[in-house]
Protein backbone atom coordinates (compact mmCIF):
# COMPACT_ATOMS: atom_id res chain seq x y z
CA UNK A 1 0.00 0.00 0.00
CA UNK A 2 1.16 3.25 -1.03
CA UNK A 3 1.58 6.24 1.65
CA UNK A 4 2.11 9.87 0.73
CA UNK A 5 2.56 12.51 3.48
CA UNK A 6 3.59 15.95 3.81
CA UNK A 7 5.15 17.91 6.27
CA UNK A 8 6.23 21.52 6.67
CA UNK A 9 3.36 23.63 7.24
CA UNK A 10 2.51 26.42 8.85
CA UNK A 11 2.09 29.90 10.01
CA UNK A 12 4.55 32.82 8.61
CA UNK A 13 4.77 36.18 8.50
CA UNK A 14 5.64 37.66 4.89
CA UNK A 15 8.99 37.51 3.53
CA UNK A 16 9.65 34.77 5.93
CA UNK A 17 10.67 31.32 4.59
CA UNK A 18 9.39 27.38 5.21
CA UNK A 19 10.46 23.86 4.05
CA UNK A 20 7.78 21.35 3.24
CA UNK A 21 9.19 17.81 2.97
CA UNK A 22 7.42 14.68 1.25
CA UNK A 23 7.97 10.96 2.04
CA UNK A 24 5.91 8.19 -0.09
CA UNK A 25 6.78 4.43 1.04
CA UNK A 26 4.58 1.28 -0.27
CA UNK A 27 6.49 2.63 -3.58
CA UNK A 28 9.24 -0.26 -4.89
CA UNK A 29 10.19 1.39 -8.27
CA UNK A 30 11.89 4.93 -8.81
CA UNK A 31 8.74 7.77 -9.18
CA UNK A 32 8.93 9.24 -12.68
CA UNK A 33 7.99 12.98 -11.66
CA UNK A 34 7.30 13.94 -8.15
CA UNK A 35 5.85 17.21 -7.24
CA UNK A 36 4.12 19.80 -5.36
CA UNK A 37 0.56 21.36 -6.04
CA UNK A 38 -1.42 24.33 -4.01
CA UNK A 39 -4.97 24.73 -3.96
CA UNK A 40 -6.91 27.81 -2.16
CA UNK A 41 -10.82 27.47 -1.54
CA UNK A 42 -12.54 27.59 -4.83
CA UNK A 43 -9.84 27.69 -7.09
CA UNK A 44 -8.58 24.37 -9.08
CA UNK A 45 -5.72 23.22 -7.91
CA UNK A 46 -2.58 23.96 -9.51
CA UNK A 47 1.21 23.06 -10.32
CA UNK A 48 3.92 24.88 -8.11
CA UNK A 49 6.51 22.76 -8.86
CA UNK A 50 7.85 19.62 -10.09
CA UNK A 51 11.19 17.81 -10.57
CA UNK A 52 11.49 14.56 -12.72
CA UNK A 53 13.64 11.63 -11.41
CA UNK A 54 16.45 12.70 -14.13
CA UNK A 55 16.37 16.11 -12.57
CA UNK A 56 14.52 18.38 -14.50
CA UNK A 57 12.41 21.39 -12.90
CA UNK A 58 9.50 22.99 -13.71
CA UNK A 59 8.45 25.84 -11.52
CA UNK A 60 4.93 28.03 -11.51
CA UNK A 61 6.08 31.71 -12.86
CA UNK A 62 4.52 33.06 -9.19
CA UNK A 63 7.28 31.15 -7.54
CA UNK A 64 9.75 31.23 -9.88
CA UNK A 65 13.36 32.55 -8.03
CA UNK A 66 11.89 31.80 -4.81
CA UNK A 67 11.01 28.87 -3.97
CA UNK A 68 13.47 25.48 -4.65
CA UNK A 69 12.31 22.29 -5.15
CA UNK A 70 14.58 18.73 -4.70
CA UNK A 71 14.35 15.59 -4.51
CA UNK A 72 16.58 12.30 -2.99
CA UNK A 73 15.40 9.15 -5.75
CA UNK A 74 16.70 6.40 -3.61
CA UNK A 75 14.54 7.16 -0.36
CA UNK A 76 11.59 8.51 -2.80
CA UNK A 77 11.33 12.37 -0.86
CA UNK A 78 10.79 15.15 -2.07
CA UNK A 79 10.76 18.94 -0.33
CA UNK A 80 10.10 22.22 -1.16
CA UNK A 81 11.83 25.45 0.17
CA UNK A 82 9.94 28.39 -0.15
CA UNK A 83 11.56 31.98 0.50
CA UNK A 84 10.54 35.48 0.65
CA UNK A 85 6.78 34.38 1.08
CA UNK A 86 4.10 36.32 0.28
CA UNK A 87 0.34 35.96 1.72
CA UNK A 88 -0.95 35.13 -1.91
CA UNK A 89 1.19 32.14 -1.00
CA UNK A 90 -1.42 31.02 1.24
CA UNK A 91 -2.99 27.68 0.24
CA UNK A 92 -2.86 23.76 0.82
CA UNK A 93 0.00 22.56 -0.63
CA UNK A 94 -0.24 18.74 -1.91
CA UNK A 95 2.59 16.26 -2.64
CA UNK A 96 2.15 14.21 -5.54
CA UNK A 97 4.24 10.86 -6.45
CA UNK A 98 3.48 9.96 -10.25
CA UNK A 99 0.09 9.84 -11.62
CA UNK A 100 -1.52 8.68 -9.50
CA UNK A 101 -0.59 9.32 -5.89
CA UNK A 102 -0.95 12.59 -3.42
CA UNK A 103 -0.63 13.18 0.50
CA UNK A 104 -3.19 14.38 2.46
CA UNK A 105 -2.37 18.34 2.03
CA UNK A 106 -0.47 20.67 4.63
CA UNK A 107 -1.65 23.96 5.13
CA UNK A 108 0.91 27.24 4.78
CA UNK A 109 -1.08 30.47 5.65
CA UNK A 110 1.21 33.59 5.19
CA UNK A 111 0.12 36.13 7.00
CA UNK A 112 1.48 39.39 9.94
Known amino acids: QVHVVESGGGLVQPGGSLRLSCAASGIIFSIPTMGWYRQTPGKQRELVASISNSGNINYADSVKGRFTISRDNAKNTVSLQMNSLKPEDTAVYYC??????WGQGTQVTVSS
Open 96 to 101: KCGVYF
